[in-house]
């Protein structure tokens, strides 16, 4: 059984401050992480994914997400956040049979 | 280019009628999936097609039926709508059913139920 969980429905950071959306996965087989981005009336958009090469992944858009065995996690940042960045953000694990699992979600609020 | 589209992208429908949904990919792809995504945004993976053979079908009920008459098409019929039914609806495609694979989305169908 595979499961995320995204810590955070909602989250709110200033125009040029750093971006820290939480995600921490539980898999009984080596995951395949992702991050995907959804802008409003839009369809998903992948930001960047962990299939069990470097654990530092870098992404679209200024985005990159670390993976962490120990703490099972895979925490999205970006080091300065833009007003194009509000969105909601999804974490998903698959299954080697690419059945993916999504968090619950975090929408990204960007102030000026 | 649309990579992968779906019609309608609106559908308003009266409870215990029968609707479809079409999806199509322009990318060349092997799989294509159907997702569920709630009022508050939680995203379900429904059925998943590889070469037009079923491989994911989920705890869905069987007022749900997939088609796939080619590769670069999966559609949905739900029959006898229900209120519970509202939701976006989105298709999806991948090269093939690694799980490794980005998973590119279709625009969503947003059904309503009345």
């Known amino acids: 059984a595979q499961s995320v969980t995204q810590l955070g429905s909602h989250v709110s950071v200033s125009e040029g401050a750093l971006v820290l959306l939480r995600c921490n996965y539980s898999s009984s087989v080596p995951p395949y992480l992702f991050w995907y981005v959804q802008y409003p009336n839009q369809g998903l958009q992948l930001l960047l994914k962990?299939?069990?090469?470097?654990?530092l992944v870098k992404g679209i858009n200024g985005f990159e997400a670390e993976f962490k065995k120990s703490e099972t996690s895979f925490h999205l940042t970006k080091p300065s956040a833009h007003m194009s960045d509000a969105a909601e953000y999804f974490c998903a694990v698959s299954s080697p049979a690419s059945k993916l699992t999504f968090g619950t979600g975090t929408r990204l609020q960007v102030t000026l | 280019d649309t990579a992968v589209s779906q019609t309608p992208k609106y559908l308003v429908t009266q409870m215990g009628n029968d609707k479809s949904i079409k999806c199509e990919q322009n990318?060349?792809?092997?799989?294509m999936y159907w997702y569920k995504q709630d009022s508050k945004k939680f995203l379900k993976i429904m059925f998943s097609y590889n070469n037009k053979e079923l491989i994911i079908n989920e705890t869905v009920p069987n007022r749900f039926s997939p088609k796939s008459p080619d590769k670069a098409h999966l559609n949905l019929h739900i029959n006898s709508l229900e209120l519970g039914d509202s939701a976006v609806y989105f298709c999806?495609?991948?090269?093939?059913?690694?799980?490794?694979?980005?998973?590119?989305f279709g625009p969503g169908t947003r059904l309503t139920v009345l």
């Open positions: 990318l060349g792809h092997d799989t």
């Open positions: 962990y299939t069990s090469a470097a654990t």
């Open positions: 999806a495609s991948s090269p093939n059913a690694g799980g490794d694979n980005e998973q590119f």
